[in-house]
């Protein structure tokens, strides 16, 4: 894979050669026109997660195994399920990907507490314990934020959840057939990959405490999860992008191992990368780890039999020309791997995906991933 760099191991943990010289380059580099201030040698390392859904709570869980304090970024424009009922009936902010991020932050994930958190009730409009309890708190307190600190209290979640603005935003996709697609859930069921998203309105507030978090952290890593949706959502908040540039922090994106989702459908994992970094991130992505398969695994680009046995979990999305089995993964090969290098970003290739959710990202092996990351950054500790 051209420079494809293997990731540390479990076998010594040896960090690829380069890899910490290439990320000193790379930061020294970078135009910070605000460093953030050093902070004392004992203290741990900060990271801080972009995105949403279900692919931030896997990176979150991964980080804090390895004893790194973490802090979540969390997109706003959710406007499905019962987020999307409970956003039009009480004009806040939409709950869900708050309520999943602080739910995978929680002291005890398989306490009481936490699985009562996520208890969704079918015969009560689909909601779920955690949203009806962040809309309640909202609605007593006045504050959004003070909702998700009380309901963190509570879960004694062990990081912060910051939603990436506090303005009610709507999504609008542009298809790369050239159609205009309004609101993140009818983005998410297109049936044409997507070329760009934009935010109305275009220029909503940042929410203070995101930026400063993302300003004072050592890694930054977006995703995974839904691209189009999740993460670059919270790019197009002015402001966002501005503090990573501020930041000394190495940013990762974590490529999608599987195609599930219109709004990707049939992209590579090279046209990912591309996608993230015509949304803000030009100049500001320092490693794309993908998904390689282990030796002896179906061809990139198949419907593997692993990826094929959750499929009938998932809806039709593109009628016309999707394979029955409407999941596969998402393709890197030695040339895609040549393509993501000549953008800028070091390459990290490992077999990522989870024996038991074939379509999710291993957690142990995600960790030991960003641990080797985390290793070789030029950190402000040292």
Known sequence: MGRAVEAASGEGRRRPQGFEASLGTRRRLRDAPAPAPLRPAAAPPRAVVIGGGTGAPVSIRALLDLGVQTGAVVAMADDGGSTGMLREHTGMVPPGDIRKCLAAMAADPAGTWTRAF???????????????????????????????????????????????????????????????????????????????????????????????????????????????????????????????????????????????????????????????????????????????????????????????????????????????????????????ARRIEALGPLLVARDLVDPLRPTWHDVPTLSEVLEGVLGACPSRRR
């Not at 050592?218 to 966002?240: E, K």
């Not at 990762?252 to 219109?262: I, R």
Request: with cysteine; glycine share 8%.
């Open 118 to 336: 996520r208890q969704r009730f079918s015969y009560v409009n689909d909601h779920t314990l955690g949203n009806l309890m962040l809309t309640a708190l909202y609605e007593a307190s006045g504050s959004f934020p003070r909702a998700i600190a009380l309901c963190g209290q509570l879960l004694e979640a062990r990081g912060m959840v910051y939603p990436s603005t506090l303005e009610s935003v709507k999504l609008t996709g542009l298809t790369r057939d050239g159609r205009r697609i309004s609101g993140q859930a009818n983005i998410c069921a297109s049936d044409t990959a997507l070329a760009s998203v934009t935010l109305e309105p275009s220029r909503p507030k940042a929410y203070g405490p995101a930026l400063d978090a993302l300003r004072e952290a050592d890694l930054i890593v977006l995703g995974p999860g839904s691209l189009f949706t999740s993460i670059i959502p919270n790019l197009l908040v002015p402001g966002v992008t501005d503090a990573i540039r501020a930041s000394r922090a190495v940013t990762v994106f974590l490529c999608s191992l599987a195609d599930m989702q219109g709004e990707t459908w049939g992209l590579n994992s090279a046209e990912l990368v591309e996608a993230l970094l015509e949304h803000g991130m030009e100049g500001l992505l320092d490693v794309v780890v993908v998904h390689r398969p282990a030796e002896g695994a179906a061809p990139s680009g198949s419907v593997t039999a692993s990826f094929a046995a959750v499929a009938a979990d998932m809806p039709p999305v593109r009628e016309r020309d999707r394979p029955a089995a409407s999941v596969r993964r998402v393709l890197i090969d030695p040339a895609l």
